[in-house]
Antibody
Framework: EVQLVESGGGLVQPGGSLRLSCAAS????????MHWVRQATGKGLEWVSA???????YYPGSVKGRFTISRENAKNSLYLQMNSLRAGDTAVYYC???????????WGQGTLVTVSS | SYVLTQPPSVSVAPGQTARITCGGN??????VHWYQQKPGQAPVLVVY???DRPSGIPERFSGSNSGNTATLTISRVEAGDEADYYC????????????FGGGTKLTVL
């Protein structure tokens, strides 16, 4: 059974840093592109970052230079290092597995990041 | 960047058919995916590549895509189908290539 379990969320002050983790199991982690998608309370889904099987990374402009996605295949783990956090980064962060034509077939349960003083 | 437009809400009586639209410029040329999200839960893929269903998703869920509109159709709607539904595409020219619609709240009357 495919499982994705996020951790590392919490309360952080503006300008602070946080590192999210996603533990994967039930599939060959190294063979899949992985993503982070976030959702502010009461809002829609927003793509945050992606990492390919070869370690290639992708970010939207709003987080580029502040967020870093990485993976450790030996540990079946995905990470998101978030620096210079802003109030607008407050959201539930989901990790998701990507397949086929850029769709997300499995999602974790999410971890809440709150940026507030 | 590419924009996907969904109606904020759709209401339907149990047993009837719900249709949720997703509008985008020439969306018919893209593969559209649909997710169901119930309160407090993670999204679940219900339709991918316009009209395919993952294993475990009831046949009541179907999709179509043509021109500027993609549609998720839920037949014989049940109370348990009440949720938010999001469409999603990939657009290589966008700053955020993985694009989501704003979501539609399906209410079962």
């Amino acid at each position: 059974e495919v499982q994705l379990v996020e951790s590392g969320g919490g309360l952080v002050q503006p300008g602070g840093s946080l590192r999210l983790s996603c533990a994967a199991s039930g599939f060959t982690f190294s063979s899949y592109d992985m993503h982070w998608v976030r959702q502010a309370t009461g809002k829609g889904l927003e793509w945050v970052s992606a990492i390919g099987t070869a370690g290639d990374t992708y970010y939207p402009g709003s987080v580029k230079g502040r967020f870093t996605i990485s993976r450790e295949n030996a540990k079946n783990s995905l990470y998101l290092q978030m620096n210079s956090l802003r109030a607008g980064d407050t959201a539930v962060y989901y990790c998701a597995r990507a397949v086929g034509a850029h769709t997300f077939d499995y999602w974790g349960q999410g971890t809440l990041v709150t940026v507030s003083s | 960047s590419y924009v996907l437009t969904q109606p904020p809400s759709v209401s339907v009586a149990p047993g009837q058919t719900a249709r949720i639209t997703c509008g985008g410029n020439n969306i018919g040329s893209k593969s559209v995916h649909w997710y169901q999200q119930k309160p407090g839960q993670a999204p679940v893929l219900v339709v991918y590549d316009d009209s395919d269903r993952p294993s475990g998703i009831p046949e009541r869920f179907s999709g179509s895509n043509s021109g500027n509109t993609a549609t998720l159709t839920i037949s014989r709607v049940e109370a348990g189908d009440e949720a938010d539904y999001y469409c999603q595409v990939w657009d290589s020219s966008s700053d955020r290539p993985w694009v989501f619609g704003g979501g539609t709240k399906l209410t079962v009357l």
